[in-house]
């Protein structure tokens, strides 16, 4: 064993008895090259991140140009950074109308954090609503809308008043009343195996947190800038939330969170008193010159149709391999795709034969007989056939 994974085993916290533990050299488009040279296909994106490609050169240029400008200046909010309000406006741009009001964190779940704060402090009510298989991060109020037990447990007491539903089904969303701050929803849930609800099932829950005023948070953090191929999955229902919580690809590999809602409701920030929910990091300006860059490009290129089509090609491919060893059923939108297996053995072993002939997936927290595929949108036809051989390959070993 190197001196350096020694180290890392040592030295850096372990949050699992198995990581992947690639010594990473450098990583470039859907390739990461460890120590020795071997190439890895990402075909996880680092979970969601590497949306363009790692080590996009715009946004390395815009890190190295802002870099020289300056760092850190001051607290959140205080000064006019420019890649601050640049970022801000070109994401109101593309946001679904009327949310054009940014706050920026340095993570997903302090997103879900400022959005849950916000919503209580809106609404002037308690109550939060969210769906079993649900993950929203780990942070106490992320945690204590999160969806899996098992989870929560090791931490309790969270938050009280959260009610928990079941996913994509209609009949449940009768319990939101007139005491829910916020409903909180993945539009379609990652880690909880990439699950796609019907089509009637997010504008109902739209319909009923009109009726009893509750507010409507969507958590795109791993399903949005095009991932779903649409730029937000919540076009695919044409249902715009009341805030829109986005990390992950947001920063082009740099670490930047935001949540993005009215100018009604984001006021609420403001006053009363003043300085209540402040970041020293958040909307870091090398941060926000990343995410502009990244952001930038994925229009110019309009990415999330690119998407849309290598997420096609994929399923298409994937489903010749339906039926090969454990491998049963395939589905998912965009880039963003599940294949389920019949057991969280043959889940395991085949991401493990993956890995080892060069391909790097997952399986997801909350569903283990599911392996996610979440490649960078720049998928080329050529890595996508690389990856299906060495799948084909692992099916059958
Ligand atoms: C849907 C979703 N929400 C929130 C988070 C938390 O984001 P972060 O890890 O940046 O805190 C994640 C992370 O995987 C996620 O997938």
Known sequence: MSILREDFLRYVCQTSPEPMGIEVERAHGCLVVDKNGKEYLDFLSGIGVASIGHTHPAVVHAIKEQAERYLHAMVYGEYVQEPQVRLARRLAEVAPPPLSVTYFTNSGTEAIEGALKTARKYTGRADLVSFFGSFHGDTFGSLSVGGNPLYREPFEPLLPGVTFL?????????????????????????????RIPDHDFLPALRHRCNEVGALLIFDEVITGFGRTGRMFASEHWDVTPDVLVLAKALGGGMPLGAFIGTPEIMATLSADPPLAHVT????HPVCCAAGLASLNFMLETNLPQRAREKGEELIHKLHSLVGHGEFTTVRGRGLLIG?????????????QRCFAAGLILGWTLHRDTVVRLAPPLIISSAEIDRAIAIMHDALHS
């Open 280 to 283: 020293t990091f958040g909307g």
């Open 166 to 194: 079941p996913f994509n089904a209609k009949a449940a969303l009768e319990r939101i009343d007139d005491r829910v701050a916020a409903v909180i929803i993945e539009p379609i849930q990652g880690e909880g195996g990439v």
């Open 339 to 351: 294949m389920d297996f019949t057991s969280p053995e043959a889940t395991r072993h085949f991401v």
